[in-house]
């Protein structure tokens, strides 16, 4: 495609946009009830369904030291039902999770004390916990939550933990609608953590057997243990196993209580929707529920880099090269230049990864960027994922990689690349506002990131200023070995040292 057609297109394209998002503007109603729970709802009658979307702004960088892993678990929780809704008999099945709490609390007594432990003590206790354990789950009505939903022809139930973000969504038809308002005010205000230690066992065995099977998912734990020295980033989102396996309902009780607050929610609906009607049901179902004070502010910075850092992991598996570059929040301008850097080097058939390491080159079998990583909330990374392809090395990969950063720091992006990339990110804002599944995701998520939904459209504004002087000068920033951790798996057999001389830890 010529560049001629390539800047018609995107012409064209910024003429649509403007029009589509004063029509998106007009059909959004924003209201915020007086405990501070946000709701944005967006009016869209084509057909009579309606996706709803739950955000609380907290994640796995919010895990308390020695709890990692809790946010996490609450993924897993989120549909275990209410007091009402998920048991036989409320009542036995209360004073059963008390009794499994006391003996919690009595084991945890008895190991705390150390060498002067009696393991017969343990041993009893450990018999009384599975037994109690037994008795609260027969008293559940598993999957009722879910049931009531999907008997009433909701679809697509989720719940999403990330490092920075918890959120729940489903789709249910519009005359169910009330049905919404219902459920999810008892989810988010009468929690059980219903089944957690069943719920807490599964989670520990399903991140060992990722971390088993799934060497990028191992490689991407080191490299953010190495890459991050203080900012809790550096943990992993299933947590550290000696913390995920202690982890106690009073320890998701609290959590609860600090940060499931209305202040700290963001609610959308999206599609066939009366905007008054939705308000009230929001002043009826969440109204009652009292303001809190909104959770501490996470305080913990990352302290500058001091130099290029790296680490090896070996296995047995496909050698495997991630490389991190530190790069600032996406509440920094240059944010979209990340994004656009990303699509440049990593997105579609022209990709400059793919063109350069895998077609040209031949070094890698597949080679990926990620923009922000593991969140964006904070400073991060700018990832680069490289597969070496047979009879090629890690260290040639590398190189590759770094003569290819280079190239682009030596050089402004051309004007062609730059219109394409440009045109292919506003013809995904154009896909994205005829999905209502997506705005119901994102329109909240820019809320709570920028303090305004309307970001998701207005920031290709900040794409189109973007330049490739500007591109340069932000990649001459953020790609330098000052800010840089490689993280290599490879076998025992294969030690690794960087094109450059760094020596990983072997």
């Known amino acids: 495609m010529t560049g001629r057609r390539l800047c018609t297109l995107l012409f064209l394209g910024a003429l649509l946009l403007p029009a589509q998002l004063r029509d998106v503007e007009k059909k959004v109603t924003e209201f915020t009830l007086a405990n501070g729970m946000h709701f944005i709802v967006l009016e869209r009658h084509q057909a009579p369904v309606i996706a709803f979307h739950t955000l609380i702004v907290v994640g796995s960088a919010q895990d308390p030291g020695g709890q990692t892993g809790l946010a996490h678990l609450f993924e897993r929780l989120a549909f275990k039902g209410t007091e009402t809704i998920g048991t036989t008999n409320w009542a036995a099945e209360k004073k059963s999770l008390d009794d499994l709490e006391a003996i919690y609390d009595r084991m945890a007594a008895e190991r705390n004390k150390g060498f002067r432990a009696n393991p017969g003590q343990i041993a009893s206790l450990e018999i009384d916990l599975r037994r109690a354990i037994e008795v609260a789950q027969s008293l559940e009505d598993r999957g009722e939550f879910e049931r009531v939903i999907q008997q009433n022809g909701g679809v697509g139930l989720s719940c999403h933990v990330t490092a920075d973000t918890s959120e729940t969504s489903y789709n249910l038809p519009s005359n169910r609608a009330e049905l919404w308002f219902l459920m999810e005010s008892q989810r988010l205000t009468h929690p059980v953590f219903r089944d957690f230690y069943g719920e807490r066992t599964a989670s520990v065995a399903e991140e060992q057997n990722n971390l088993g099977t799934r060497p990028v998912a191992l490689l991407q734990q080191a490299l953010l243990a190495t890459a991050f020295a203080a900012h809790p980033y550096r943990n992993p989102l299933h947590g550290w196993l000696s913390d995920a396996v202690n982890l106690r309902q009073a320890d998701a009780k609290a959590f609860f209580e600090t940060y499931y607050v209305p202040g700290n929610m963001v609610m959308a609906l999206v599609g066939d929707v009366d905007p008054s009607e939705a308000h009230r049901l929001a002043e009826k179902y969440f109204g009652a529920i009292p303001a809190k004070a909104l959770p501490p502010s996470l305080h913990t910075e ?90 090629h090395t890690l260290p040639e990969s590398q190189k590759a990689l770094d003569d290819l950063l280079a190239r682009l720091i030596a050089k402004p992006v051309d004007a062609e690349t730059l219109a394409r990339v440009k045109n292919m990110m506003r013809g995904q804002i154009v896909r994205i506002m005829g999905n209502n599944e997506r705005l119901a995701v994102l329109l909240p998520e820019y809320y709570a990131t920028f303090g305004d939904w309307r970001k998701l459209f207005t920031s290709l504004n900040d794409v189109d200023r973007l330049t490739g002087e500007i591109l340069q000068n932000v990649a001459a920033q953020c790609f330098v070995p000052a800010n840089r951790t490689v993280a290599y798996y490879t076998d025992a057999a294969h030690p690794v040292s960087s094109p450059s001389g760094e020596k990983g830890p072997q």
């Open 302 to 391: 990352e302290p500058a880099q001091m130099g290029p850092k790296s680490v090896t992991v070996w296995g047995n598996g496909q050698p495997l090269l991630v490389v991190g570059y530190k790069r600032p929040s996406q509440s920094n301008p240059a944010d979209m230049a990340f994004d656009l850097l990303r699509a440049i080097l990593s997105q579609g058939p022209t990709a400059w990864l793919t063109k350069d390491l895998v077609e040209e080159k031949r070094i890698a079998q597949t080679a990926n960027a990620i923009a922000t990583f593991p969140g964006g909330r904070y400073n991060n990374l700018f990832v680069f994922q490289v597969v070496p392809a047979p009879n």
